[in-house]
């Protein structure tokens, strides 16, 4: 049984430089510090719920943990469409130097996201955006089997055919009256057509 702690202990180290692969790693102005950013249980696709996964450490050879800047530092996260959300940050549980946002979230827009960070750190100011280091992709790609039509992609679908028909209706109404205008003494025979059923009426009266 203890023999297999090493080896369960290695898989967490593995499993934990997997996760930070993942993520983006940027430098204080003073290089006394790395931040490290990304999502919790990368890759994370839209409409999966998941959480900030902002890691402080010293910029040393040997990294260490830098612990309580909940209160030092505020972190905005910023969409790919300039939304943003605010929330407090706190520590992750049993993970020194790891922060996230007091609330989880569900990412609903592709696209690359970015965390504004502004305050300090042990004395050290911070003040930018940092962009994640990957796009969050649709889940659908990664779906199977494939969903069926969602109700904004029918009504979609619906409005487009609704735009098509209202066009061939347009274009059917033209055709009519380019016909009319096009055919050589139209109104010309209609003209005669309609003196000759008068004199033909007038004609039977008589008789």
């Known amino acids: 049984m203890h023999g297999s702690l090493p080896l369960l202990a290695l898989a967490g ?13 940027y430098y204080t102005t003073d290089d006394k510090y790395q931040i490290v950013l ?22 040393t050879t040997t990294p260490q943990p830098v612990s309580g800047l909940e209160k030092s530092l505020n972190a905005t ?11 407090p940050l706190q ?14 979230y569900v990412l609903t827009q592709p696209g690359l996201y970015s965390l504004r960070l502004v305050g300090s750190i042990n004395g050290t100011a911070v003040d930018g955006t940092y962009q994640n280091k990957h ?3 649709p889940l659908a790609e990664i779906g199977f089997p494939a969903k069926g039509v969602s109700a904004a992609e029918l009504a979609a679908k619906v409005q487009a055919l609704e735009q098509k028909v209202a066009a061939l209706e347009a274009g059917h109404d033209e055709h009519e009256d380019t016909a009319r205008n096009t055919v050589p003494g139209f109104e010309a025979l209609f003209g005669l057509a309609a003196v000759g059923a008068a004199g033909l009426l007038a004609f039977r009266r008589r008789n």
């Open 13 to 25: 180290l593995l499993l934990a430089a997997g996760a930070a692969s993942a993520h983006a790693t």
């Open 77 to 87: 996260l910023v969409g790919p469409g300039g939304e943003t959300l605010n929330l």
């Open 91 to 104: 520590g992750q549980h049993g993970k020194p130097g790891y922060y996230t946002f007091t609330k989880g």
């Open 38 to 59: 990304g999502n919790i249980g990368e890759p994370v696709y839209t409409d999966m719920k998941t959480g900030l996964d902002l890691i402080i450490r010293t910029n």
């Open 135 to 137: 796009e969050i992709e």
